[in-house]
T-cell receptor
Framework: DADVTQTPRNRITKTGKRIMLECSQTKGHDRMYWYRQDPGLGLQLIYYSFDVKDINKGEISDGYSVSRQAQAKFSLSLESAIPNQTALYFC???????????????FGEGSRLTVL | SQKIEQNSEALNIQEGKTATLTCNYTNYSPAYLQWYRQDPGRGPVFLLLIRENEKEKRKERLKVTFDTTLKQSLFHITASQPADSATYLCAPGRGSYIPTFGRGTSLIVHP
């Protein structure tokens, strides 16, 4: 099983619908992130959480919200989806407590969202 | 605002040659720079981190340099193989380890 699991892997929805993308991890990491990737573009940070009680906006948070239900779970919601939110979404984790201190991010396999 | 530039055109090389990918940044003073590999439809995978006080870092066939004067990092893959074909992302950062990603450069190694 993957250490960072995203569901659903693919989703097609219509404009105005509410969508939730879920992320769970078994790595025991304290930090979790949501990124968006568009074709030919880099990964853009949507939201990040350093622990259960800490939620922070990234560079493109408008139109999105998140919930850190537990240390292992971090969900991303689109309250009213629009076509320009069509993208590949990645959840990632990192461990601030490890001795390696590389800041390495561990990514899930991605959730491809299409908004018609 | 900070800007990270990686070659947008794919790099095509022959198997066995050394691939060199470039990452330039402006309006930014990163304390470290990470490199990731991303295969189509997959999440990025961490390869290496180099810090601002390190000139060079090696891992197996990979070598990364970091020139804070030129504001540039070079990523080398020696003795390249077709299996090295992927998109490579650079991600400079500082502080709380939330790196900012470049768009990536696609590497295609021909047998």
């Amino acid at each position: 099983d993957a250490d960072v699991t995203q569901t659903p892997r693919n989703r097609i929805t219509k404009t105005g619908k509410r969508i939730m993308l879920e992320c769970s991890q078994t790595k025991g990491h304290d930090r979790m992130y949501w990124y968006r990737q568009d074709p030919g573009l880099g990964l853009q940070l949507i939201y990040y959480s350093f622990d259960v009680k800490d939620i922070n906006k990234g560079e493109i948070s408008d139109g999105y919200s998140v919930s850190r239900q537990a240390q292992a779970k971090f969900s991303l919601s689109l309250e009213s989806a629009i076509p320009n939110q069509t993208a590949l979404y990645f959840c990632a984790t990192s461990d601030s407590t490890s001795g390696s201190n590389t800041g390495e991010l561990f990514f899930g396999e991605g959730s491809r969202l299409t908004v018609l | 605002s900070q800007k990270i530039e990686q070659n947008s055109e794919a790099l095509n090389i022959q198997e066995g040659k050394t691939a060199t990918l470039t990452c330039n940044y402006t309006n930014y003073s990163p304390a470290y720079l990470q490199w990731y590999r991303q295969d189509p439809g997959r999440g990025p995978v961490f390869l290496l981190l180099i810090r601002e006080n390190e000139k060079e870092k090696r891992k197996e066939r990979l070598k990364v340099t970091f020139d804070t004067t030129l504001k540039q990092s070079l990523f080398h893959i020696t003795a390249s193989q077709p299996a090295d074909s992927a998109t490579y992302l650079c991600a400079p950062g500082r502080g709380s380890y939330i790196p900012t990603f470049g768009r990536g450069t696609s590497l295609i190694v021909h047998p």
